[in-house]
C-alpha cells in the first residue's frame, strides 16, 4: 500500500470510472449536477412497470374467461370475495395489495384446525348448500364451480371436503338407497356427521379388489362384524380419520356362510359426537406429510367392530335379515364395476384442480417474466424482460398453451360427468382415466417449469409455485395411481379394438370413429400453413393413435399366442400401453379443443385460441417421442415442427398477459411476484408504518 | 366529445393566467400546497358537471407542475360535498337528453380513476357530509382526515342508482362485509366509524383544522411520511359509539356474506327478530324502501359480482356502463322515480318498476353490464397516466 506508483493511482482512477459508469448507466446518478428530475422521491435503480402498461390485449379476456370457466362465474366471484374478506383465511398485506394464502408454516396440527375452521366458515355461509341434496345437472355444476375456487385457496381444504361430499357423500348417493340417503344426505350436507371414506389399505391401493378387511354377519343380532384380519389390512391414508371424522364407509371383503362375496360398502361410525373414538376402532395417525398437512389422514383398524344390517350400502347387493346375500348383479366383475363409480367424481374433480393449479403457476410465472429484466444483450441497453427471450417464452407459453387445451378437455369431462347416463358409464371411466393422468402429470411438470422460470423468487412459500409442487404431488397417485391408469386405458381400447373386428361393426364412442374411415397420410413435405392446419393436427393425432392401438393388439395377441395369459401379455407390453394411453389422451384433448374453437363465430377470440390450439399440436408433435420411434413423422417434419413452435412463441408472446388475465383467477389469490415485487419487497413494507395510504392498502 | 375539448382548453388558459379563482371551486396557494375548496355551500357542495370538469383539469395541471407538493380538498360551509348533482342530471333525463348526463358521469368517474392513481398526496378534509360524489373525490385519495362533524353515506340505493364514483372499488375492500351493508343500506356512518372502518385514515377535531391546514403547508413536502405524522401531530382516537354497527361485524358479516339479494334481505329479517338493535331495523326498513333493481345491481353486479376482484380502472369503466344503461333508461326507470320522489314531488313514496326483486330476472341485471348498442357511445376512456407510482394501479 505504501508504494504510490503511478500505476495504483490509474487503478484507483479507472475503478473509479467504472463505479461512475456502472451508477450512471443503471440511472441512479446521485453526483450528475445536469439532473433534471425534480422528483422528491427516492430514485430507485430499478424501476417497476406493471405489465399493464406495455403489454397490448387484443380481445375481449372476460369472454375468454368465460369459456375457460364456462359455467357459474358469479357463484365463483361470489366465493373468492367470501375467502377474500374473511380473516380465517390469512389475508397478507404486501406492496399495498391483499393477498390469501394458508400459513403453511403453522404446524401439521394447526393447519388441520384452520381446515375444520374455513370449511365452518363457508357451512355458515351457505356455500355447501344443494352439494348432495339438490338435484340436476345445475346444482353438481355450482358444486364443481365451487370446489374449483376452493382448491385455489389451498389444496387441503379441496381435498378435505372432497373426502367428505364426493367420497363419503357420493357412497351413500351411488351405492346406498332411499334409507340411507334419508339419514344421511342432509346430515352430511350441514355436517352433523363428518364423513371419511376408507378404501385403500396398507397392503393393497389400486388393487382394491384385493383389500383384506373382512366382514361377516350375525344374524342372531342382524349386525355386521367388520374386521381387520392382519396389519397389511389396516386402513391407510384415509382423510379425516386422523382427527376429524364420526363416520366412515368402510370397502371389505364380506363373507357370507362361509363364502366370499367380493367388496361391499360398509358405514361404520369411528367416533362419537364429542370426538371420542368408538369401542373396537383403532385410530392411527399417517404423521406429517410433503403437502396436503391440512388434511388429517390416518389409520383404522377394525377389531369385530359391530355395525347394524341396514348400514350395507345395497344398491347392488343385499343380506336379508335372516343373513341370505342378495344381488341383482350375478357376475362379481360387474359387481365390483358398479363400486368404481364414486372415484369418477374424484377424478373429474382432480383433472379440474390440476388445471387451475397450473394456471395459477402459469399467472404468476408470465407476470412475473413480464416485469423481471435480467442481462443486456449489448452495453448501455437496458436489461431484457425475462419474457422476451425466446428460451424463456419456449419454457413457458407451450406450457400455457397446454394448459388451454386441457381446461378445454376438464370442462368437456365435467359435461360428460354432470350428464351422465348409465350407457355412458365406460366412456366416463375411460376419459376421466385419461385427462386425470394428463392433467396431473401437465401439473407437476409446469409447476417445476414455473417454480425454476422465478428464479428464487419461485421459492418462497409465499409465491406460491415452488409450495403448490409438494401439495399436488399426490394427484399423481390418488384415486388411481397415473401409470396404472394409462394401462387401464390402453386396456379398455383394447376391449374396443376386439369388440369392433370381432363383431364387424364400426367404433363407436371414445372418439375412436376415425378407425373407421382410411388411415390419414401425412404430406411429405410440412408447411407453415399446413403445421397450423387443425385437418393436419387432428389427423397425425389419429395416426399415432391408429397405428398404436394396432400394435398393442398385435404385441398382446403375440404374447399370447406363446402361451401367456392375457393379463400377463397386457403387462409384458407396458411400453406400448403407455405410449397409446398418452396417444388416446392427446387426440381426445385435442378433440376438445377443436370443438370449443369450432362453437366460436369468429373474431380475435377464435383467431387467437387457433395459436394456442396449434401450439398444443405442435409441441406435443415436438415433444413426445413416438412420432419419431414409428415413423409418423420424419426427421424433416420434426425439424419443420419445431421451427413452427419457435414462431408460435413470439406470436404468442405478445397475448401472454391477455392470455393468463383470462383466467380470471383474482389477484389476491396469485402472489407478490405477480405484482409490484420492488415494493412488496422494499424496507418500507418491512417496517408497514407509513401512515395514510392509497385506499387500496388502507385497509 | 368535440365540446368537451373546447371546455379543456378553457381551463388551461384559465390556469396558465393565474386566475384561478373560479365560482363553483376557490383555489388557495400557500408554496408547493394548492388547496381546493368545493365552493356551492347552499347546495351542500353538491358537484356540477362544471366542477367536475375543473376539478379534473386544476388535479391534471398539479400533476404536471413540478412547483406542486400537495392537494388539500376541503368543502365551504357544513358539507364537504353532497354528492353528484342528480337533481339536474334527472332533469337532462326526463328533457330526453340522457346522453349529456352520460358525459357528466364519463368526466366524474375519469376524475375518480385520476384521484386513486394520483401521483401526489392529496389531503382530503371531511368536516360534514360526505356522500356519494363527494366520497368519489376524497376516498380515492391518500389521506381522508375525518372530525367530529363527519357524516357518510352511499345513499343511491335509494334514488335508484348504485354506489358509483368507484364505490364498488373502495366499498367492496372494507373489512370483511362491511361494503356491502354500506352499499346496499346507504347507512350514515361517523367519523369515528369512518376511520374504524378505513374510510378515514384520520380523525382530526374540527376546531384544530386550521392547525392543521397551516402546519401542512409550512412543511410544504410530498412526503407521505412526514404528511402523515404532521396529520398524526393533530389526530385523535375517537370513541367509537356502543350502537355503532362496526360493533356488529359478525351479524353483518351472516346477513351481507349471503349470495343473493333476497338470502341477504331473509338473513336481516331473520336478524331482526333475533335482535332489536337499532341499526338492524334501521337496514331492514332501508333495504325493503330502496329500489329492487339498485340492489341487485349494486350487490350482484358491483360489490360482488366484480368489484372486489378489480381494479380501480376496470372498476369505473364497468360502472360508466352500467350507469349509461340506467340513464338510458330501457331496462329501468327507476332513477328518474328516484329522483321525482325525493327531489321534485318530495313525496318520499317512489314506485319502482319493477316493484319486487322476483320481477327482475338475471338477464335484466347482465344488461346493465353490456356496451351500449348506441351510436357515437363509447366505453369510458380513462386519462392516460404516465409515471404512475407503481402502487396506484390495481389492472388498468
Known amino acids: 500500500m505504501a508504494s504510490s506508483s503511478s500505476s495504483s493511482v490509474d487503478q484507483v482512477s479507472r475503478r473509479t470510472q467504472i463505479l461512475t459508469n456502472h451508477l450512471n448507466q443503471s440511472g441512479f446518478a446521485p453526483y450528475s449536477s445536469s439532473s433534471s428530475s425534480t422528483s422528491l422521491e427516492f430514485s430507485a435503480c430499478i424501476n417497476f412497470s406493471p405489465p399493464e402498461l406495455s403489454e397490448r390485449i387484443e380481445f375481449d379476456t372476460k369472454e375468454m374467461r368465460k369459456l375457460l370457466d364456462a359455467h357459474n362465474l358469479e357463484d365463483r366471484d361470489w366465493l373468492y370475495g367470501l375467502m377474500r374478506q374473511s380473516n380465517l383465511f390469512n389475508p397478507r398485506k404486501l406492496g399495498g395489495r391483499v393477498f390469501v394464502w394458508p400459513d403453511y408454516n403453522q404446524s401439521m396440527e394447526q393447519q388441520r384446525e384452520m381446515t375444520m375452521k374455513r370449511i365452518g366458515y363457508m357451512i355458515d355461509r351457505g356455500v355447501f348448500e344443494g352439494w348432495l341434496t339438490a338435484q340436476g345437472p345445475e346444482a353438481k355444476l355450482r358444486k364443481l364451480a365451487l370446489m374449483e375456487v376452493i382448491g385455489i385457496f389451498d389444496h387441503s381444504l379441496s381435498v378435505k371436503l372432497g373426502v367428505h361430499f364426493m367420497l363419503w357423500g357420493g357412497a351413500i348417493q351411488f351405492f346406498g338407497t332411499k334409507r340411507h340417503h334419508d339419514k344421511w344426505l342432509r346430515a352430511t350436507e350441514n355436517y352433523a356427521v363428518k364423513g371419511c371414506f376408507a378404501m385403500s389399505e396398507l397392503g393393497h391401493g389400486s388393487n382394491v379388489r384385493g383389500i383384506e378387511t373382512v366382514t361377516t354377519y350375525d344374524s342372531k343380532t342382524e349386525e355386521f362384524v367388520i374386521n381387520t384380519p392382519c396389519e397389511s389390512a389396516q386402513k391407510y391414508w384415509i382423510g379425516g380419520a386422523a382427527n376429524h371424522a364420526t363416520h366412515t364407509v368402510v370397502f371389505s371383503q364380506l363373507n357370507i356362510n362361509g363364502k366370499n362375496q367380493g367388496v361391499h360398502a360398509f358405514i361404520a361410525q369411528i367416533r362419537d359426537l364429542d370426538g371420542n373414538i368408538c369401542p373396537n376402532i383403532r385410530i392411527a395417525d399417517c404423521g406429517h406429510k410433503i403437502g396436503l398437512n391440512g388434511v388429517d389422514n390416518g389409520r383404522i383398524w377394525f377389531d369385530n367392530a359391530r355395525i347394524p344390517r341396514e348400514n350395507l350400502l345395497n344398491s347392488v347387493a343385499d343380506v336379508s335379515p335372516d343373513g341370505q346375500y342378495l344381488s341383482s348383479i350375478k357376475d362379481p366383475d360387474q359387481r365390483f364395476a358398479a363400486f368404481l363409480a364414486p372415484l369418477t367424481s374424484g377424478r373429474v374433480n382432480i383433472t379440474v384442480n390440476a388445471v387451475y393449479s397450473a394456471k395459477i403457476s402459469l399467472a404468476i410465472a408470465i407476470r412475473y417474466a413480464l416485469t423481471r429484466r435480467a442481462f443486456s444483450v449489448a452495453p448501455n441497453e437496458p436489461e431484457m424482460l425475462l419474457l422476451d427471450y425466446p428460451s424463456h417464452q419456449r419454457r413457458l407459453l407451450p406450457l400455457l398453451a397446454k394448459t388451454y387445451a386441457m381446461s378445454f378437455a376438464a370442462n368437456y369431462l365435467k359435461f360428460l360427468y354432470v350428464n351422465r347416463t348409465p350407457e355412458l358409464n365406460k366412456a366416463i371411466h375411460v376419459v376421466s382415466s385419461a385427462f386425470k393422468a394428463a392433467t396431473t402429470w401437465h401439473n407437476m411438470k409446469t409447476l417445476q417449469e414455473c417454480r425454476e422460470a422465478c428464479g428464487g423468487q419461485g421459492l418462497k412459500t409465499e409465491n406460491r409455485i415452488g409450495h403448490m409442487k409438494a401439495e399436488y404431488d399426490v394427484q399423481s397417485t390418488f384415486e388411481g395411481d397415473n401409470n396404472v391408469l394409462m394401462q387401464q386405458i390402453s386396456k379398455a381400447l383394447f376391449g374396443e379394438y376386439i369388440a369392433a373386428k370381432k363383431g364387424n361393426k364400426l367404433f363407436k364412442g371414445l372418439g375412436l370413429e376415425h378407425l373407421n374411415k382410411s388411415c390419414p397420410v401425412t404430406a411429405s413435405q410440412l408447411t407453415s400453413s399446413t403445421l397450423r392446419c387443425s385437418q393436419f393436427q387432428t389427423d397425425v393425432f389419429c395416426l399415432r393413435e391408429r397405428d398404436l392401438l394396432n400394435r398393442f393388439v398385435a404385441e398382446v395377441s403375440e404374447h399370447q399366442a406363446q402361451g401367456k395369459n392375457k393379463e400377463y401379455a397386457f403387462i409384458l407390453s407396458y411400453q406400448i400401453a403407455q405410449d397409446l394411453g398418452r396417444a388416446f389422451s392427446d387426440r381426445a384433448i385435442l378433440q376438445t379443443f377443436t370443438e370449443a374453437e369450432r362453437a366460436l363465430t369468429g373474431g380475435p377470440l377464435k383467431e387467437i385460441l387457433g395459436h394456442v390450439r396449434s401450439m398444443y399440436a405442435l409441441i406435443t408433435l415436438e415433444e413426445d417421442s413416438s412420432f419419431l420411434r414409428y415413423g409418423y413423422l420424419s426427421t424433416d417434419h420434426v425439424a419443420a415442427v419445431r421451427k413452427e413452435v419457435t414462431k408460435l412463441c413470439s406470436e404468442l408472446r405478445s397475448h401472454a398477459l391477455a392470455l393468463v388475465d383470462s383466467f380470471g383467477i383474482p389477484d389476491a389469490f396469485l402472489s407478490p411476484i405477480a405484482f409490484n415485487w420492488l415494493e412488496s419487497n422494499s424496507w418500507s413494507s418491512v417496517q408497514q408504518q407509513l401512515g395514510g395510504t392509497t385506499f387500496a392498502s388502507a385497509i | ?396
Open chain 2, 1 to 396: 366529445m368535440n365540446a368537451t375539448s373546447v371546455e379543456v382548453s378553457d381551463q388551461f388558459y384559465c390556469k396558465n393566467s393565474e386566475l384561478c379563482v373560479v365560482h363553483q371551486i376557490l383555489v388557495e396557494k400557500a408554496g408547493g400546497v394548492r388547496k381546493f375548496i368545493l365552493n356551492r355551500p347552499r347546495q351542500l357542495n353538491a358537484l356540477s358537471h362544471k366542477m367536475i370538469s375543473q376539478l379534473l383539469h386544476l388535479f391534471l395541471a398539479c400533476e404536471e407542475d413540478h412547483m406542486v407538493k400537495l392537494v388539500i380538498v376541503k368543502g365551504n360551509g357544513r358539507a364537504f360535498s353532497a354528492g353528484g348533482d342528480a337533481a339536474s342530471v334527472a332533469r337532462d333525463i326526463i328533457k330526453g337528453n340522457w346522453k349529456s348526463s352520460a358525459a357528466f358521469y364519463h368526466d366524474c368517474f375519469s376524475l375518480n380513476y385520476l384521484l386513486a392513481t394520483y401521483s401526489k398526496p392529496q389531503v382530503s378534509i371531511l368536516n360534514g357530509i360526505v356522500m356519494g360524489g363527494g366520497a368519489g373525490v376524497s376516498i380515492h385519495g391518500r389521506f381522508r382526515v375525518a372530525t367530529e362533524n363527519s357524516v357518510f353515506a352511499m345513499p343511491e340505493t335509494a334514488l335508484g342508482l348504485f354506489p358509483d364514483v368507484g364505490a364498488s372499488y373502495f366499498l367492496s375492500r372494507l373489512p370483511r362485509f362491511f361494503g356491502e351493508y354500506v352499499g346496499l343500506t346507504g347507512t350514515r356512518l361517523d367519523g369515528a366509524e369512518m376511520l374504524a372502518c378505513g374510510l378515514a385514515t384520520h380523525f382530526v377535531s374540527s376546531e384544530k383544522l386550521p392547525a392543521l391546514e397551516e402546519a401542512l403547508c409550512r412543511a410544504n413536502s410530498s412526503d407521505p411520511a412526514l404528511i402523515s405524522a404532521i396529520i398524526n401531530g393533530f389526530s385523535q382516537q375517537p370513541y367509537l359509539k356502543d350502537e355503532s354497527a362496526f360493533h356488529r361485524l359478525d351479524a353483518i358479516d351472516r346477513c351481507f356474506s349471503k349470495r343473493t339479494i333476497s338470502g341477504i334481505l331473509l338473513a336481516v329479517e331473520k336478524e331482526a327478530v333475533r335482535c332489536s338493535d337499532q341499526w338492524i331495523s334501521a337496514a331492514l326498513k332501508s333495504s325493503r324502501t330502496a329500489s329492487p333493481m339498485s340492489l341487485k345491481l349494486s350487490l350482484r353486479s358491483v360489490l360482488i359480482r366484480e368489484g372486489r376482484l378489480q381494479g380501480i380502472g376496470q372498476c369505473v369503466v364497468r360502472e360508466y356502463r352500467m350507469i349509461c344503461n340506467v340513464l338510458k333508461g330501457e331496462i329501468s326507470k327507476d332513477f328518474v322515480e328516484g329522483c321525482r320522489s325525493i327531489f321534485f314531488d318530495k313525496d318520499k313514496n317512489p314506485k319502482w318498476n319493477p316493484s319486487k326483486l322476483n320481477q327482475i330476472s338475471e338477464s335484466m341485471v347482465d344488461r346493465h353490464f353490456l356496451k351500449l348498442d348506441d351510436e357515437g357511445w363509447e366505453d369510458l376512456k380513462l386519462p392516460p397516466r404516465f409515471n404512475l407510482p407503481a402502487h396506484a394501479i390495481a389492472k388498468l
